[in-house]
């Protein structure tokens, strides 16, 4: 237990210490966004490049840990879709909520951690569910967060149409300028030849 919160202790210290910061103003506020901004852009991709590079690629490709893993993070977005959607609560905002349950602190917290404790063998698996998360799961939920338009109804050749539409571009063309003539004339019904209906 000593073992472990020698490890743990100094992260969430420091995540403490920059609340604290932050909290007394003794950070600015503006300087937040830039310190998230090289975490994310430069600190980060050089951590896991660092891992990454000298971790054996039998652990990278390992497929145990790979499909294991992604059956896990499949479950977490379909639980969470299946106990938030209701009729308030759509495939939008349904789906980035799955998102939040199923996207863990991997990258900021845990690779460090797991290296930490259990030594350099632990980044290839770890490495391995940053990819599932942000190549699949992230693409998955934010397909799934295109749901709630993609009822889109078929064009008609009645006068709400693709035809009375095309019609009343025609005709407003043709009268710009002219408001009385415009409302007089320009409906979809007589905008168009009746052919092309």
């Not at 003794?26 to 050089?46: H, S, T, Y």
């Not at 106990?83 to 991997?106: C, E, H, K, Q, S």
């Not at 990258?107 to 259990?118: C, D, I, K, S, T």
Request: contains cysteine; hydrophobic residues 55%; aromatic residues 12%.
């Amino acid at each position: 237990m000593l073992d472990v919160l020698r490890v743990t202790f100094p992260f969430f210290a420091l995540v403490f210490c920059g609340y604290v910061a932050a909290r007394k103003q003794m950070l600015p506020f503006e300087a937040i966004p830039g310190l998230n901004g090289f975490v994310l852009f430069f600190a980060l991709p050089c951590m896991l490049f660092r891992f990454g590079a000298s971790t054996p690629i039998a652990q990278l490709l390992n497929a145990g840990a790979f499909f294991m893993y992604l059956f896990c993070a499949l479950i977490m977005v379909a639980f969470v879709l299946a106990v938030t959607m209701n009729r308030r609560i759509g495939w939008n905002d349904g789906a980035f909520g799955a998102l939040v349950g199923a996207f863990p602190n991997t990258g900021f917290m845990g690779v460090p951690l797991l290296v930490a404790l259990l030594g350099s063998a632990a980044a290839g698996p770890a490495i391995v569910t940053i990819v599932i998360d942000m190549v699949i799961t992230t693409s998955l939920c934010v397909a799934l967060s295109r749901l709630d338009g993609a009822t889109i109804a078929r064009p008609s050749r009645q006068n709400g149409g693709f035809a009375g539409r095309c019609g009343v571009t025609r005709c407003l063309v043709h009268h710009r300028g002219r408001v009385g003539t415009i409302a007089k004339n320009c409906t979809p019904s007589t905008a168009w030849p009746a052919h092309m209906a």
